[in-house]
């Protein structure tokens, strides 16, 4: 009879711990479903702000272009020197500076012409500057 007692008393003590578990996994549950409605308030937020920096950014960019529109970067008189050298290019007879081999690449082919359009003086921006 001993024996009955103490499994009875087991079982149910067992019992009761499983329902525990049960319900602290219902609230864990509910905890996470509350969670993504605080990350869409977050997105809508985020959304808002992202519009904002778009219509600013343009508006700067609408006034720059206003302003560059009246001058030109480089002269005509550079095209037509990028314009015969890639001319040169297309027939093969275009070499590079030190090494003198033939050149292939279009825009090495427009480097070149830039860069004897600036020794002639016509109007082209300063090459970039290496690092």
């Known amino acids: ?6 499994s009875k008393k087991s079982a149910t003590k067992k ?3 499983k329902k525990t578990t049960a319900k602290k996994s219902s609230v864990k549950k509910s905890a996470t479903k509350k969670a993504p409605a605080k990350k ?3 997105r809508k937020v985020a959304a808002k702000k992202t519009v904002a920096k778009k219509t600013a ?7 720059k272009a206003a302003k560059k529109s009246s001058t030109r970067k480089y002269s005509p008189a550079a095209g037509k020197q990028v314009q015969t050298e890639m001319r040169e290019m297309k027939k093969g007879t275009l070499k590079s ?3 003198g081999k033939k050149v292939t690449s279009r825009k090495q082919a427009i480097a070149i012409g830039l860069s ?3 020794k002639a003086g016509k109007k082209v921006p300063p090459a ?4």
């Open 128 to 131: 970039p500057k290496k690092k």
């Open 57 to 63: 950014a343009k508006k700067t960019t609408a006034k």
């Open 116 to 118: 004897e359009a600036r």
């Open 15 to 17: 019992s009761p711990a």
């Open 40 to 42: 869409t308030a977050a």
């Open 1 to 6: 009879m001993a024996t009955k007692k103490a």
């Open 97 to 99: 500076g030190r090494s």
